[in-house]
């Protein structure tokens, strides 16, 4: 099982990118996916949650009506739309798997269980 988390890159503020995470040796459109940051110096935090198959979408207050969660599943592949990046989301973003039937809050990395080795995202003022 494997996650590959993709699209990293350095933009201006303003701009946007768009993540990728997909898999091998598992299907992710049986998971719940999450995406999670971790900014230099701080701790790891969660941006976004995408259901299975429910439609659930959640996203961080921070990030709420700039980024969207998605996923194209003949690809086996999710993706993080970011729009209007600042430079405050300059991090390393993370994908990771979360068993959809028994998870609770979907917001604390413990549910999850496999993890993408993260891509860079730098965004300059």
């Known amino acids: 099982v494997q996650l590959q988390a993709s699209g990293g890159g350095l933009v201006q503020a303003g701009e946007s990118l768009i993540l990728s995470c997909s898999g091998s040796?598992?299907?992710?459109?049986?998971?719940?996916i999450g995406w999670f940051r971790q900014a230099p110096g701080k701790e790891r935090e969660w941006v976004s949650y995408m259901g299975s198959r429910d439609g659930t979408r959640d996203y961080a207050d921070s990030v709420v009506g700039r980024f969207t969660i998605s996923e194209d599943v003949a690809e086996n592949t999710d993706y993080l739309q970011m729009n209007s990046l600042k430079p405050e989301d300059t991090a390393v973003y993370y994908c990771?798997?979360?068993?959809?039937?028994?998870?609770?809050?979907?917001?604390?990395?413990?549910?999850?269980?496999?993890w993408g080795q993260g891509t860079l995202v730098t965004v300059s003022s």
């Open positions: 040796g598992l299907t992710l459109d049986n998971y719940g």
């Open positions: 990771a798997t979360a068993n959809p039937c028994t998870i609770v809050s979907w917001r604390e990395e413990h549910e999850y269980k496999y």
